[in-house]
């Protein structure tokens, strides 16, 4: 998901789940509960990597699991046996973070809104971000969504994979970095992800995937930088 943003039809999935009687849970890290409440939409649970939005520094291990009636006591006999805790220091850090989750997450959403129409310019370029009507998915992403947070994909049109490996490598204000969701930008060239029957995106010869994360940066120095990386592009 966080690689080919293929908004699925959750309330349809619910629907199913419930007729068959299947538990349901989604994973929210990239709306998180500011953009999409899942228990609200008819989710048994929710996890939320709290590595990312939630404390924003990318300082930390943790997560959540937010769960319905229906299956807490499930759940809380599961964290029983497992006797799996938060350490203070990650949990402080976390509560912290999430005292400024709705100012950060509006700063990502403006920015990657700019960082979009810019990239959008380019031809040989698709983003896959929910950013304007045309977007890939955006009627799946706008029926269930209030926002959408930093995290892109950007498919791109070049014969030469080295070239958009150095575009990636010239950025000078984007990170190279695997987990997202804090306070800087990161770019990170995607080929291990399209591999084997892990080919969601179908990828031609000729196309690339990189994700970019848009951080809280000023964004006229983001495209600043994209504009003088994109150089490199054949
Ligand atoms: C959408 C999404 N959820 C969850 C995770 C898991 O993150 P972590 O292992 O830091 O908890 C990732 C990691 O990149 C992710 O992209």
Redesign the pocket.
């Known amino acids: 998901?966080?690689n080919t943003f293929d908004f699925q039809d959750l309330g349809k999935i619910i629907s199913i789940a419930k007729k068959n009687k299947i538990l349901t849970a989604i994973?929210n890290?990239?709306g998180t509960p500011y953009f999409l409440k899942p228990i609200k939409l008819g989710f048994d649970m929710a996890?939320?990597?709290?590595?990312?939005y939630y404390s924003g520094h990318s300082d930390v291990?943790?997560?959540s699991l937010a769960v319905n009636k229906k299956v807490f006591k499930q759940i809380q006999k599961t964290d029983k046996v497992c006797g799996m805790r938060m350490s203070p220091d990650d949990a402080y850090l976390i509560t912290r973070g999430l005292r400024t989750l709705d100012v950060r997450l509006d700063r990502h959403r403006e920015n990657a809104k700019k960082v979009s129409e810019f990239l959008s310019k380019y031809k040989n370029f698709k983003l896959l971000y929910p950013y304007k009507k045309d977007s890939v998915n955006f009627r799946m992403w706008k029926k269930y969504y209030s926002g959408a947070s930093g995290?892109m994909g950007l498919r791109i049109k070049a014969k030469s994979k080295n070239s958009v490996v150095k575009f990636v490598n010239s950025l000078k204000l984007f990170g190279y970095g695997?987990?997202?969701?804090g306070f800087e930008s990161l770019a990170l060239y995607q080929d291990v992800r399209e591999q084997g029957k892990r080919n969601f995106l179908k990828l031609a010869k000729n196309e690339h995937l990189v994700r970019l994360h848009i951080g809280l940066e000023d964004p006229n120095d983001l495209i600043a930088d994209l504009k003088q990386a994109l150089k490199h592009l054949k």
């Open positions: 998901g966080s994973d890290t990239w996890i939320v990597s709290a590595t990312k291990m943790g997560g995290l695997y987990s997202w969701g």
